[in-house]
């Protein structure tokens, strides 16, 4: 009877918290104190102005995700928590990055800038700050490509994710 | 009626029927400490030596009565010294408000005189904590904590009230009964202890496919065993228990959080499981077909080698706390609820069964032991049951608390007060306290400690002095720490590193600069007469046991090895 730990997976999980001072503290507290690794996490408030919601990208196998789920129900400040199912959800993460953009980089930097559908937000005769919004693959292709232009500075927000169709946060996984 | 913040605590205490509070004062409890004066006819308060004796004493208030205990203490060093005390709390499960003053918000976050951020440093070690910023919602922030503290599985809520919010004045109004139930608790329907009526149904119906298919394990197995936790205790599910052991005919293993609950005076119980377990419930464990685990966490202490534990059985596990299953141990089927809903529930289904050969089989490997003469700790163990067989006895913790778990039989849930998950030494002498406090008749606790825990907090034999609580210490002197002494012994080539405590105190002398009674004894005819005569003078006093350093805990099994194979006999 004894718990097999292999097979790590990425699971991202959509948290209804109380909005109230603390609980971010709480949340990632939680997640350090019992050795979950966070890949990505994202908190905003929501339509209703006393409810946040935080999104958390997470590895490990289905046990540790199970752990993690019931670890959440037991804070207070826990509403309602979901784990998203890849194929069923969808997921955005926002790229702000400054790369270096003489005169003679510009074009080719344009380029990119169309094929990823970023934005141009700032320019000046030296640099550039360009932004992107996609899954984690798209940013991490742009990125690599940008190295060789020189990224001067980079922010990233974390994952925020949506379950595809009408369904809202309702249903647990596991029981 | 309008009050200030520390009357509003103070009224909403008694609101909560709290009889006795724990506690000690300081620069930012004095307007509570004010209000408690004024209010000293309607609620007692004992005051410590140190704030975590008093965090303790709540503990041990909870533990022994099953009511929320509460321990009031200051800003700053009060507030850091709980800490030990709330760990303490949160790992046994047990309900404890604690109530801590923080200077005024204007000072917050300036690194002020006494400041400490003590609602971040406690939330990984409370069920919840507030940091009070409005008077207008400190009336129900207190109901909130008592509720969230005793619902559920139970734990420690801390509650911290900055020093303006406790002279600021707001409307209060007495709340009783059911109005009492914060809006919490429709907001997030937490698990109840008890589900009731409606509440019930809808357990019963939502339970209903788990309980057949629990019954159906149940009747397929020929070697149920029953696996009793901490959890038994809180639900009270003690009498469920022996009658689903009686009704599936299988032997009863117990934590050491379970004992009493699983009555030692039951032909079906084997005894304490694990690391200190003894032979019969370790091989029981390891042979049985089926486990039925009930309010339990599979603590590593309990389990040994996690992938040699149980390994023929299916394991059932029933518990409130959902996060518990499939945490340590993977099972084969849960219901997650209170214990004594279950048991009822699964008694209900279970038809009778027979299984003569494997209760015989496991009984059968229950040991005697040989009588002789040597000054024993089981003889002294021994000797203080047949005196005071109900009496309610507290452990610190090490060898003496493992020798008492062993040795004393326990007959009835709350008897056994004992730091069993976080091992805090230094917790006896502040729970026997609170224990002996939270009995109305005011019979006497006995204190089962070892010279080495009861340095750790000999303070508070101060309090029990001038409050007159009957507590028994009886202090194991073998003049060492002596578990981490076994450990050196076994594992680290008799290298005795700081272990050896031979630098006093005299504890007679200690005794008498109380103001205590203190007796020596080296024999066994000597302790049953000196705690037959403390039993009867329902005194506190002190007993101190005079035993060979190098007397071991046996059974032992190596941390990490399998719970059936033992290193020491």
Same mark, same amino acid.
């Given at each position: 009877?004894?718990?097999?730990?292999?097979?790590?997976? @990425?699971y991202t999980v959509g948290v209804l918290v109380d909005n109230e001072p603390g609980v971010l503290s709480r949340v990632s507290g939680l997640f350090f104190r019992r050795?979950?690794?966070?890949? *990505? &996490?994202?908190?905003g408030t929501t339509q209703d102005p006393e409810v946040s919601r935080i999104t958390i990208v997470v590895r490990g196998d289905e046990q540790k995700i199970e752990q993690l789920v019931q670890q959440l129900y037991k804070l207070i400040c826990v509403q309602k928590v979901q784990v998203m199912k890849p194929r069923n959800s969808v997921e955005r993460q926002l790229l702000l990055v400054k790369v270096k953009a003489g005169i003679t980089e510009r074009e080719g930097l344009m380029r990119l800038v169309d094929i990823f559908k970023a934005k141009v937000l700032d320019v000046t005769k030296s640099s550039m700050v360009l932004q992107i919004t996609g899954e984690n693959d798209k940013i991490e292709s742009l990125m690599s490509l940008l190295e060789d232009y020189g990224i001067l500075e980079l922010v990233r927000t974390g994952v925020v994710a949506l379950e595809r169709g009408e369904d809202v946060m309702t249903s647990d996984i596991f029981d | 009626m309008k009050l200030n913040g520390a009357a509003i605590l103070i009224e909403c205490l008694i609101e909560q029927e709290v009889g006795t509070v724990f506690g000690f004062p300081g620069g930012a409890v004095l307007p509570i400490y004010d209000e408690l004066y004024k209010r000293m006819d309607r609620i007692n308060h004992v005051l410590t030596a140190h704030e975590q004796h008093a965090g303790h004493a709540a503990d041990g208030y909870a533990r022994a009565s099953g009511k929320t205990g509460v321990c009031i203490a200051t800003s700053g060093p009060g507030a850091t010294n709980l800490v030990t005390a709330i760990a303490t709390a949160y790992m046994d499960s047990s309900p404890v408000v604690f109530v801590t003053g923080n200077v005024p918000q204007s000072l917050m976050g300036t690194d002020s005189f006494q400041?400490?951020?003590? *609602?971040? !440093?406690?939330?990984?070690?409370?069920? %919840?904590?507030?940091?009070?910023?409005?008077?207008? @919602?400190? =009336?129900?922030? $207190?109901?909130?904590?008592?509720? $969230? =503290? *005793?619902?559920? @599985?139970?734990?420690?809520?801390?509650?911290?009230?900055?020093?303006?919010?406790? &002279?600021?004045?707001?409307?209060y109004e007495p709340l009783s009964g059911p109005a009492l139930i914060p809006l919490l608790s429709k907001k997030k329907p937490l698990a109840q202890l008890r589900p009731e009526g409606e509440a019930l149904e809808q357990y019963k119906t939502k339970a209903e496919p788990r309980l057949e298919k629990a019954s159906q394990l149940i009747a397929e197995a020929h070697r149920p065993l029953i696996y009793c936790g901490g959890g038994v205790t809180i639900s009270g599910a003690q009498n469920e228990l022996m009658a689903l052991a009686a009704r599936v005919d299988a032997p009863i293993v117990s934590t050491?959080?379970? &004992?009493?609950a699983a009555s030692a005076s039951n032909d079906r119980m084997l005894g304490m499981l694990g690391m200190h377990g003894t032979h019969a419930a370790n091989i029981a464990?390891? @042979?049985c077909d089926l486990l039925i685990a009930v309010g339990v966490r599979f603590s590593d202490r309990a389990l040994g080698d996690a992938s040699k534990f149980a390994p023929n059985a299916k394991v059932l596990h029933i518990d409130i706390d959902r996060a518990e299953i499939n945490k340590n141990v993977s099972t084969t089927l849960h219901i997650t609820g209170d214990a004594k809903t279950v048991l009822e529930l699964l008694l209900a289904r279970v038809a009778q069964k027979q %299984?003569?050969?494997w209760m015989q089989q496991a009984r059968s490997m229950i040991e005697d032991y040989v009588n002789d003469d040597k000054f024993e700790p089981r003889k002294i163990l021994k000797a203080m049951s047949q005196i005071a067989p109900q !009496?309610?006895?507290?452990?610190?913790?090490g060898q003496h608390q493992m020798w008492t778990a062993q040795h004393f039989p326990f007959i009835q849930p709350r008897q056994l007060i004992s730091s069993g998950g976080l091992g805090t030494m230094g917790f006896g002498l502040g729970a026997a306290m609170g224990a002996a406090k939270s009995d109305p008749q005011g019979k006497p606790v006995a204190l089962a400690t070892g010279d080495g825990s009861f340095r750790m907090n000999l303070t508070e034999l101060s309090t029990i002095g001038y409050y007159n609580i009957p507590v028994i210490v009886v202090i194991f002197n073998n003049g060492t720490l002596g578990m981490v002494r076994q450990w050196q012994t076994l594992f680290f080539g008799q290298r005795y590193s700081q272990t050896t405590l031979n630098r006093g105190p005299d504890f007679m002398k200690l005794a008498d600069a109380y103001g205590l009674n203190g007796t020596r004894v080296d024999n066994v005819a000597d302790f049953k007469a000196a705690f037959k005569a403390a039993y009867e003078a329902g005194k506190p006093c002190l007993i101190e046991?005079?035993?060979?350093?190098?007397?071991?805990?046996?059974?032992?099994?190596?941390?990490? *090895?399998p719970i059936d194979s033992f290193c020491l006999n």
């Open positions: 009877m004894y718990m097999n730990k292999d097979n790590a997976q @990425r050795g979950f690794n966070i890949d *990505s &996490l994202a908190v | 400041e400490a951020d003590i *609602s971040g !440093m406690t939330m990984p070690i409370t069920k %919840h904590n507030y940091l009070v910023t409005n008077v207008d @919602r400190l =009336a129900e922030t $207190i109901r909130e904590a008592f509720y $969230i =503290a *005793s619902t559920g @599985r139970p734990g420690p809520v801390l509650i911290d009230i900055p020093k303006d919010v406790q &002279l600021a004045e707001t409307e050491l959080m379970g &004992l009493g464990m390891q @042979r %299984h003569a050969q !009496m309610t006895v507290a452990t610190d913790v046991c005079m035993l060979d350093i190098d007397e071991m805990v046996a059974p032992m099994v190596a941390p990490g *090895s």
